[in-house]
């Protein structure tokens, strides 16, 4: 794992992609020339009765200009505050956090569905295997723009208003498509089903998970998921979210 920094990063740019959506570029001081795919940064609100920083994950890297990008999700007070900052305002930051995706010289999947979308983009920019990106959407579009040039991209949206109708198992069905590995980042029913379409066809399959924290940083148990092994940490079969993860093999993990 690449070593953490706490930093004031500085807003480059932020513009909201969809509604609620934003997308926020950050100049940072270390941390976008260690970070990868798969990994997360916390950012921390100006408001201090909001204590817990906000776990937010990585979107893309330009380590040649220190930055960063995340696009994430208005949920709640601090990720409200958050989409008010402008050019030029500070915030603090700690990262990279956690582990990231493994890459592999197989041909791939690549599938992110909701706000699991973002992280996808950076593994994208940085496998070089045949990729095949399936994105999946309630709705409304957002960064699916980015993706083109990086692979085959196929969208599936839940009311059928692009793409295929449904989710991104059913565009991959429609679509014919074959693959050696499955890298996915989205809500969990989304990699349930996921783990056992791999599982049932044989394939390598990363998961992303996505989980409240509190720490970020594996001392608080607060994001722990079920395991097949013990954690040599708390000694029963859990693996923080945060620290072991987010993204792991999928046999590794029980998430249903």
Not at 69 to 77: E, H, L, N, Q, W
Not at 214 to 235: M, P, Y
């Amino acid at each position: 794992m690449a070593e953490k920094f706490k930093e004031q990063a500085v807003v480059i740019r932020q513009e909201e992609l969809a509604y609620g959506i934003y997308s926020m570029w950050l100049k940072t001081d270390k941390i976008a020339a260690q970070a990868r795919a798969g990994q997360f940064i916390s950012l921390y609100c100006r408001d201090k009765s909001r204590m817990l920083p906000r776990p937010i994950s990585i979107c893309q890297v330009d380590a040649a200009d220190n930055a960063l990008r995340i696009v994430y999700r208005v949920a709640g007070k601090g990720t409200e505050e958050f989409s008010t900052l402008g050019t030029g305002k500070e915030i603090e930051i700690v990262g990279p956090l956690g582990n990231g995706f493994p890459k592999k010289d197989k041909k791939a999947f690549l599938i992110g569905g909701g706000i699991g979308i973002p992280p996808m983009l950076q593994l994208a920019r940085e496998l070089t295997c045949e990729k095949q990106i399936i994105l999946g959407y309630r709705d409304t579009l957002f960064l699916q723009e980015d993706f083109r040039g990086l692979g085959k991209v196929y969208i599936a949206t839940e009311d059928g208003s692009y793409g295929t109708e449904g989710n991104v198992l059913d565009a991959i069905r429609e679509n014919g498509l074959t693959a050696d590995i499955v890298y996915a980042c989205g809500p969990t029913p989304m990699l349930r089903a996921i783990k056992q379409f791999a599982a049932e066809r044989g394939m390598e399959c990363w998961l992303s998970l996505e989980e409240k924290m509190a720490c970020g940083i594996g001392a608080c148990l607060a994001c722990v998921c079920r395991s097949r092994e013990k954690d040599s940490h708390t000694n029963v079969n859990n693996k923080r979210i945060c620290k072991e993860g987010p993204v792991f093999r999928a046999e590794e993990v029980d998430i249903g």
